[in-house]
């Protein structure tokens, strides 16, 4: 018997005020795709939406779930705007789809956020399920609703809140995955360590070369207690006024850094990377956070890989990306700092002169 067999599938029920939904996260529940789509009440006339990549890759797992063609779309991220919307509006119409029929989202985030879109607008909305196919969309995209495309002039201007049927996520899916993709999700991971539970926090240190091995003994606890995070900030905050404000942690000079270098230099998990670095500076700085908890932080992401490089980025520029970003509300700036691992406050004073530091103290350029 294959050992993966013996890993418990873990599933629970995703609760918010729009809809209740399942999750199940188990080493080969592609092949029960068709049984849960059932069970779920997912219309019987189902259409995947995939990428060239993925479905190169995993065609194969999702053999008998639906009779039609797959509507593949391109999924980097320069492909997440309207017009790849606009040709799954063209598939759903050719074959004449309407709200008894589900799309089924079959990738990564990119294909999520977009087939999501689709889904809730077309015919102002049809039944969604995802299968995330990167660590990303399995831990983080899949879960909560947020469906969305990219403007030229910013990154998911356009979108909906969209919850899904059900979510089934397959961590052997992963084994294609690039390791610099699979890392980036992980960054995702130490984030939820950070914000929720030192216990995966240290999960992640103790296991990182089977993490980096994909063995699903570890894997799948990992991703579930992910999932579990997510969803129970999800549920107690569904459109994102208070609790799930914590998911923003490292995501402010994240979102900044991921900004001023065109989103060409980071995948987005790395630019998250040294923005939690630049909060626990600053909150190390500020007395709120103990230095010893950070070097913690800074010895998991040095041990994790390569980031890219940053010293050629003025602080300054950094600064004005921060102050542009959708977190400014009112003119306050909304900040998530850590006070221990497994523990965070949002503050609302923070100066720009503290943020100046913040980002000199992960290397980026001062003036
Ligand atoms: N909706 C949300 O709440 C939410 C949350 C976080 C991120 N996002 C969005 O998610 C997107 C990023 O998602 P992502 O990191 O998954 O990127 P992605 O969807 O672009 O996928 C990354 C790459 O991995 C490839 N890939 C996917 N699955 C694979 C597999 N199993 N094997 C081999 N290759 C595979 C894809 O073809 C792509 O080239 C961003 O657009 C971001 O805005 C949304
Ligand atoms: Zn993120």
Same mark, same amino acid.
């Given at each position: 018997m294959n050992p993966s067999e013996t890993i418990p599938a873990v599933r629970f029920a995703v609760r918010t005020p729009s809809?209740?939904?399942?999750?199940?996260?188990?080493?080969?529940?592609?092949?029960?795709?068709?049984?849960?789509?059932?069970?779920?009440?997912?219309?019987?006339r189902r259409l995947i939406v995939s990428s060239p990549t993925v479905?190169?890759?995993?065609?194969?797992?999702?053999?008998?779930?639906?009779?039609?063609?797959?509507?593949?779309i391109p999924d980097g991220e320069r492909f997440?705007?309207?017009?790849?919307?606009?040709?799954?509006?063209?598939?759903?119409?050719?074959?004449?789809?309407?709200?008894?029929?589900?799309?089924?989202?079959?990738?990564?985030?990119?294909?999520?956020?977009?087939?999501?879109l689709a889904a809730a607008t077309y015919l102002r909305g049809i039944p969604l399920v995802h299968v995330p196919t990167t660590l990303l969309?399995?831990?983080?995209?899949?879960?909560?609703?947020?469906?969305?495309?990219?403007?030229?002039?910013?990154?998911?201007?356009?979108?909906?809140?969209?919850?899904?049927?059900? $979510? &089934?996520?397959? !961590? *052997?899916?992963? %084994?294609?995955?690039?390791?610099?993709?699979?890392?980036?999700?992980?960054?995702?991971?130490?984030?939820?360590?950070?914000?929720?539970?030192?216990?995966?926090?240290?999960?992640?240190?103790?296991?990182?070369?089977?993490?980096?091995?994909r063995e699903p003994g570890l894997l799948v606890p990992v991703i579930a207690e992910s999932c579990r995070i997510k969803a129970a900030t999800?549920?107690?905050?569904?459109?994102?006024?208070?609790?799930?404000?914590?998911?923003?942690?490292?995501?402010?000079?994240?979102?900044?850094?991921?900004?001023?270098?065109?989103?060409r230099r980071f995948r987005h998990g790395e630019a998250v990377a040294y923005g939690m670095?630049?909060?626990?500076?600053l909150a190390v700085a500020r007395g709120a956070l103990a230095e010893s908890d950070l070097t913690a932080l800074r010895m998991l992401i040095t041990k994790m890989?390569?980031?890219?490089? $940053? &010293?050629?980025? !003025? *602080?300054?520029? %950094?600064?004005?990306?921060?102050t542009r970003d959708k977190k400014v509300i009112a003119g306050k700036l909304h900040f998530v700092l850590p006070t221990a691992i497994g523990q965070t406050i949002t503050v609302a004073d923070v100066t720009p002169e503290e943020l100046t530091r913040a980002v000199e103290a992960i290397g980026l350029k001062s003036a």
């Open positions: 809809r209740e939904y399942p999750i199940e996260i188990a080493i080969g529940v592609t092949a029960r795709l068709g049984s849960l789509l059932d069970a779920a009440g997912a219309p019987a479905w190169r890759f995993h065609q194969s797992a999702f053999n008998g779930v639906t009779q039609h063609e797959p509507i593949l997440k705007h309207l017009a790849t919307v606009g040709r799954i509006y063209d598939a759903l119409i050719r074959v004449g789809a309407d709200r008894a029929t589900s799309l089924i989202a079959i990738g990564g985030g990119v294909v999520g956020d977009v087939a999501g969309a399995q831990v983080d995209s899949a879960i909560g609703g947020k469906v969305g495309v990219n403007h030229p002039l910013g990154k998911n201007l356009i979108g909906a809140f969209h919850q899904p049927l059900m $979510v &089934a996520v397959d !961590p *052997a899916l992963l %084994a294609t995955l690039p390791r610099r993709e699979f890392r980036a999700g992980l960054y995702e991971v130490v984030k939820y360590g950070m914000i929720a539970s030192r216990s995966l926090f240290e999960k992640i240190v103790d296991g990182l070369p089977v993490l980096f091995a999800v549920e107690a905050d569904e459109r994102e006024s208070g609790p799930r404000r914590a998911l923003n942690f490292g995501h402010t000079v994240g979102h900044a850094l991921e900004a001023i270098t065109k989103y670095l630049a909060a626990g500076a890989g390569p980031l890219p490089a $940053v &010293a050629d980025l !003025p *602080a300054s520029q %950094a600064l004005e990306a921060v």
